[in-house]
């Protein structure tokens, strides 16, 4: 009887290792913990990531790896952009965006598209002549037609929500004046949410823009807003690009947060990243991406790895805002970072190339931030 028990409980515990070895490997990302970011915000909001082409193809396994189990929405970093889709006149190239919206089909996550109308990764030609004089309105607004057609018709099907204009406003809250504006007009922005829902009927037609935690440049977008409206043109929501520094706008975004729900609108933070570094224009501190600078070692503190002073406060910023945002979770549909991983954040060279900056919150070998787990714990509360 004795040896009976020995070799029965010697067979229970072969098969249970055998068991445990067959079982997808969930904790080497997220510190032992038992849900994944998507899953613990899942009555809450959804919780995206910006994808770039290495990561919708797959060549890049472990981001794919980190996307797969923590994130259920999808935003395309560049795929999706005019100079990608369409950098000649009539020429587009869809092989990227086709390779994105597959894997997005394929995992089972919301697709974000980004974004239709921009004044900047826009190709000169779209508002030029064949002799490098500015086209007329009708000329314009005929090319912006053709392209939001073209690629809002061709995933009319597969993408939950456009961002349909992106960063028309000044920090003042007057409109930014582009080419867009400056050649059509400030109806511009009308004429871009009416061809995208004929193209996309069943999306959602959102605005998205950084900086709207101040009060003056939330004020003219939700003017714009408004307007829309009262024109009866569709518009769902507004996306606030959180690209913070290390002490986050908590107050401000909140009221804006109650600005948009004012309207009946939906908010996303869409474009979240917190950077650890000074910026060296504080006041025009955002996501122009055209601003540019030396490279200054004053700015760039930490090229061997992030002190544990301002991981802490790194740990802070997200905790923070993650609070305010369950706090508004009715009116938030969506978080994204912008980004999988520190490898690959924009801000390691904005507007500093070759600075070295800590804003996601996966580390540069793939590794979940030790906060991870306390967001995870924040949302179970």
Request: charged share 25%; net charge negative.
């Amino acid at each position: 009887m004795k040896l009976l028990l020995i070799s029965a409980l010697l067979s229970f515990t072969l098969a249970f290792t055998a068991s445990c070895a067959n079982k997808p490997d969930r904790d080497t990302t997220l510190g032992h913990q038992p849900l994944s970011l998507s899953e613990a915000f899942s009555s809450h909001f959804a919780i995206g990531s910006a994808i770039n082409t290495q990561q919708a193809n797959g060549l890049d396994a472990q981001s794919v790896a980190i996307l797969n189990l923590h994130f259920n929405s999808l935003t395309p970093e560049n795929d999706m952009k005019w100079e990608r889709i369409q950098p000649q006149e009539n020429v587009f190239t869809f092989e990227a965006s086709d390779t994105l919206a597959a894997y997005a089909k394929k995992s089972q996550k919301d697709l974000i598209g980004h974004a239709l109308v921009w004044h900047q990764q826009t190709p000169s030609w779209v508002f030029e002549d064949a002799s490098g004089e500015l086209v007329g309105r009708e000329r314009l607004l005929a090319r912006m037609k053709t392209h939001i057609f073209a690629i809002a018709g061709r995933y009319k099907n597969q993408i939950k929500g456009w961002d349909v204009v992106n960063e028309a406003f000044n920090e003042d809250g007057s409109l930014r004046e582009s080419k867009w504006y400056q050649i059509i007009g400030k109806d511009y922005i009308e004429k871009a949410f009416e061809y995208a829902h004929q193209a996309a009927p069943k999306a959602k037609l959102y605005y998205n823009d950084y900086n709207l935690f101040k009060a003056a440049k939330m004020d003219g977008v939700i003017a714009m807003v408004k307007r829309l409206q009262a024109k009866g043109i569709r518009i769902d929501g507004i996306g606030e690009q959180a690209h913070y520094g290390i002490e986050p706008p908590i107050e401000e975004l909140d009221i804006s947060i109650q600005k948009v729900a004012d309207t009946g609108l939906t908010m996303m933070i869409t474009e979240l990243d917190i950077s650890v570094l000074k910026f060296p224009d504080e006041d025009n501190m955002g996501a122009d991406i055209s601003l540019s600078f030396a490279l200054d070692k004053a700015y760039n503190p930490y090229k061997k790895g992030i002190s544990a002073s301002s991981q802490e406060k790194l740990a802070n910023a997200y905790l923070s805002l993650f609070k305010l945002f369950l706090t508004h979770q009715q009116h938030i549909d969506r978080v994204t970072l912008w980004g999988v991983s520190d490898n690959d954040t924009w801000r390691n060279d904005w507007p500093m190339a070759g600075r070295s900056d800590y804003p996601l919150l996966f580390n540069r070998k793939y590794k979940a931030k030790s906060f991870v787990s306390d967001l995870i714990a924040l949302a179970q509360q």
